[in-house]
């Protein structure tokens, strides 16, 4: 069972890792729809399909880490039990992987929108593992984290 103190570290970290969530989706939708258009013409053949691939794995890894977020919030509002967050149809979804030698050969505008969702995707996933950890391990740092909760 979380703690009060662990309970509102969780959902200030959600809450934050969604509104990052959004504003990435925004400008990845800008770029993708207007500005890497004109970029994506400049490519290679080859490289334009992939160009093109990226981006829809961009929005895929962008989903499902905006509908695991959803879920979490769900459960911090009570609207839906931890026990429902663990199955797997609210799991975090699985994320096509993105070529590190073809993320070379992106616009580098492409390529950091692409590099910021794997990082936000592995982040999220890192929390979506944590869910697995039996509730009576308790980590260190998590120990660290309900303290300086309970600090202020």
């Known amino acids: 069972m979380q703690g009060q103190g662990t309970a509102r570290i969780h959902r200030k970290l959600v809450d ?6 959004m504003l990435l989706a925004d400008e990845a939708r800008a770029y993708f729809d207007e500005i890497g258009r004109n970029e994506r013409d400049t490519l290679e053949a ?6 093109s691939c990226e981006s829809l794995k961009v929005t895929t890894r962008l989903m499902h880490v905006i509908a695991w977020l959803l879920t979490q919030r769900a459960v911090d509002a009570g609207e839906l039990e931890p026990t429902d967050a663990l199955s797997p149809s609210r799991r975090l979804g699985t994320a096509p992987e993105t070529d590190e030698a073809l993320l070379l050969a992106m616009p580098t505008q492409a390529a950091s929108i692409i590099q910021t969702s794997i ?8 929390l979506d593992s944590s869910l697995d950890l039996p509730s009576t391990t308790v980590s260190p740092a998590r120990r660290m984290m309900e303290r300086l909760a309970g600090a202020f």
């Open 46 to 51: 080859l490289n334009r399909v992939a160009f």
């Open 119 to 126: 990082e936000l995707y592995r982040r999220v996933a890192r």
């Open 16 to 21: 934050s890792l969604y509104v990052e969530a």
